[in-house]
């Protein structure tokens, strides 16, 4: 992006009704351009918001991020570079680099490096932060060649990877990954010791322009996708297993088809980050169940449901998929190496991702991994994530249940065994009941999505609640599955956001969170802040079921209305409360 | 108008946004009020980038026009007269 461009983009007029995203850019040189490019790219990628950068003072980043207010904003970006952790290491200034000098730059980087850690130790507590280390080059203060790598070198690139590996393990924190910004900005193209000089801003226009894009990219956060659907033949593996036979399929180096075993290797790492594999082939399903057995698979079965493999369209094998599943195809890929049964299968589903799998190019295979990798990444894995594949295939019990008597009787119920565990309080640290919020949309309230600033700003009101709801039965734990966010008063009950997770529908654990405001927190009235979505049929059906008129918003229901409604309850229910 | 004055408009209108053609045309330090330092450095980026060309930054102070960046452009791009 040119900087004409992003001066345009950044001040072309918006709404003032537009979500207004706060962030506070943490630098040591002077914003200037690096803050346009940010303003630029934040409105390129969410065009719901209105991005409001701040920054503060020249020459201080680590005293800018402690003086920091966290309650006037939404994000912190800090951009570190060499000088912010001793001017010395700048041309800025001109404090020596003699030996002894260097020495004592090394002492005062060390303890730089330790405010600064701390600095954002703090501030992650209240706001997320997107984090860049020093991406601009050291200057040639060392005695070394700089083709060799000197001690003293060594020594501040260890402090820096130290703050990083300490920085990374937090959950609010996200930092910028030096391998993915050198691929995009040529580390020999990013300094202007020129502009540095005479205007205190040291990057080039265009390396200006792509850190801009990619901390932009952090700050967004998109949610990631959640399955994959996958062709087998010259996909999964190199060879039609069909004609070629189950031992003469291959995906090593011997066979020439090493990449096919990355592919697989890197299926089963998403599986075990909670993506759902399915898998679509037009094959012989005696035969391909005969190849799963092959004990070099790099994929266990474990890893995959539901496997679709007949002889029928693709569209329909991906259709069948995603009802198993129950989620929408928006937040799946299909990946086959057939340019025809793409098309067949993008055409039936739009929204859905469709990537070909480039089966005799390796370069390709590559690079459809990273997009892969970008596209289900996530910071860190969370027990729902690892339940994810088995409490979907246990699902089918439920589903084949409810096709048979239509609703789940109660007989069949009481021989689940289940149990729930409520979990009460204010806390913020838990990052599953935000992501469940922010990625349910059937059994959803009303559809609202929060930004972690958002989320603890409303549960710093002392009248704020967050319920989680964990489930467990005799066929698996599906983790945790509900969250509901409300205030709680003495009439009663607001409750301002319900989220259900699709895997637990059928068990009446919306009757059980219902009953628990009734019955543990001595309720006689909840309201609820309930608006219509194109995708909330699921909490509609199930809120017109307990008043029997169309929902007004807000809605109430009392503890009378659902005690006449409320069907029998099997539950095994626990109860902690932190508040 | 000329290619060039074409261009030099429009990295006027990036910085200075909500100016009609003709008040880029006469603008300067003295008729846009929120002309500072920091709008002649970013303006100065943005011809950079657009003419891809270094304007020195011992002349910075002396562009305080639409003219004179015109002028300086003429004389740095004779080509593009």
């Not at chain 1, 999964?236 to 697989?264: A, E, F, K, P, T």
């Not at chain 1, 590559?366 to 994810?388: A, P, Q």
């Amino acid at each position: 992006m040119k900087l004409i461009e992003a001066l345009k983009i950044a001040q072309h007029p918006v709404d003032d009704a537009t979500m207004c995203l706060r962030v506070f850019l943490a630098c040591g040189f002077t914003p200037l351009h690096l803050q346009s490019f940010l303003t630029a790219h934040l409105r390129v990628r969410r065009r719901d918001i209105r991005p409001d950068i701040q920054t503060g003072l020249f020459g201080d980043l680590v005293g800018n991020i402690e003086r920091l207010d966290s309650s006037r904003i939404d994000v912190l970006a800090v951009t570190l570079e060499w000088p912010d952790l001793d001017p010395r290491l700048g041309v800025r200034s001109l404090g020596g680099w003699r030996p002894t000098d260097l020495v004592d730059i090394m002492e005062s980087v060390e303890v730089a490096a330790t405010r600064l850690q701390h600095a954002l130790e703090v501030t992650c507590r209240e706001v997320p932060v997107v984090a860049c280390m020093p991406t601009l080059p050291l200057p040639p203060a060392f005695i070394t060649r700089p083709l060799q790598m000197g001690s003293q070198e060594a020594q501040l690139r260890r402090v820096v990877a130290s703050l990083v590996e300490s920085l990374s393990h937090l959950p609010l924190i996200r930092i910028v990954n030096e391998q993915e910004l050198a691929l995009a900005s040529a580390p020999v193209d990013r300094y202007n010791v020129k502009a540095d000089l005479q205007t205190g801003f040291p990057y080039s226009l265009a390396h200006a322009s792509k850190l801009g894009e990619i901390l932009a990219g952090l700050i967004e956060d998109r949610p990631p996708m959640k399955g994959l659907i996958t062709d087998l033949d010259d996909t999964l593996w190199s060879g039609i297993v069909g004609d070629d036979g189950v031992d003469r399929i291959s995906w090593n180096l011997d066979g020439h088809s090493q990449m096919h075993g990355i592919y697989q290797q890197f299926l089963s790492s998403l599986a075990a980050a909670g993506v759902l594999i399915g898998i679509a082939s037009k094959n012989d399903e005696e035969t391909v169940a005969h190849a799963f057995q092959r004990s070099d698979l790099l994929l266990s079965q474990d890893d995959i449901f539901p496997l679709e493999v007949h002889w029928s369209r693709k569209s329909e094998s991906v259709r069948r998929i995603l009802t198993t599943w129950n989620i929408g195809a928006d937040a799946v890929v299909f990946v086959d190496d057939n340019p025809a049964e793409i098309a067949e299968v993008q055409a039936a589903f739009p929204e859905l991702l469709c990537r070909q799998f480039p089966k005799d190019d390796p370069r390709g295979i590559w690079m459809l991994l990273k997009e892969l990798r970008d596209l289900f990444g996530k910071s860190t894995v969370s027990k729902e994530d690892i339940l994810r594949t088995r409490s979907i295939r246990n699902a089918g019990v439920w589903r084949n249940q409810d096709s048979a008597r239509e609703t789940s009787s109660d007989d069949f119920l009481q021989l689940v065994d289940a149990s729930l565990v409520f979990d009460y309080g204010r806390a913020t640290e838990d990052t599953r009941a935000l992501e469940l919020v922010n990625k349910t949309n059937q059994f959803n309230l009303n559809g609202k999505r929060y930004t972690e600033s958002q989320w603890r700003q409303f549960l710093a009101d002392p009248t704020a609640f967050v319920l989680t709801a964990g489930y467990e039965d005799k066929f698996g734990a599906l983790g945790k599955i509900a969250v509901l966010l409300g205030t709680a008063h003495s009439n009663g009950i607001h409750l301002y956001t319900w989220v259900m997770s699709c895997r637990a529908f059928s068990r009446r654990i919306e009757h059980q969170c219902l009953r628990y405001f009734f019955e543990e927190r001595g309720a006689d009235q909840i309201t609820f802040e309930f608006m219509a979505t194109p995708r909330n049929g699921p909490i509609r059906e199930f809120l017109t079921g307990l008043v029997d008129s169309p929902l007004p918003s807000p809605l109430s229901l009392t503890k009378e209305s659902f005690s006449a409604k409320v069907p029998p309850l099997f539950h095994r229910v626990e109860v902690s409360s932190h508040v | 108008m000329s290619n060039l004055e074409d261009r030099l408009t429009c990295c006027f209108a990036s910085v200075f946004q909500g100016l009609t053609e003709a008040e880029i045309r006469n603008a300067s330090t003295e008729s846009i009020g929120i002309w500072d330092s920091l709008s002649t450095v970013t303006l100065a980026a943005v011809i950079q980038e657009e003419f891809n060309l270094e304007i020195d930054v011992e002349i910075l102070p002396k562009l305080d026009s639409f003219q004179a960046f015109r002028d300086y452009l003429h004389s740095a791009l004779p080509a593009l007269r």
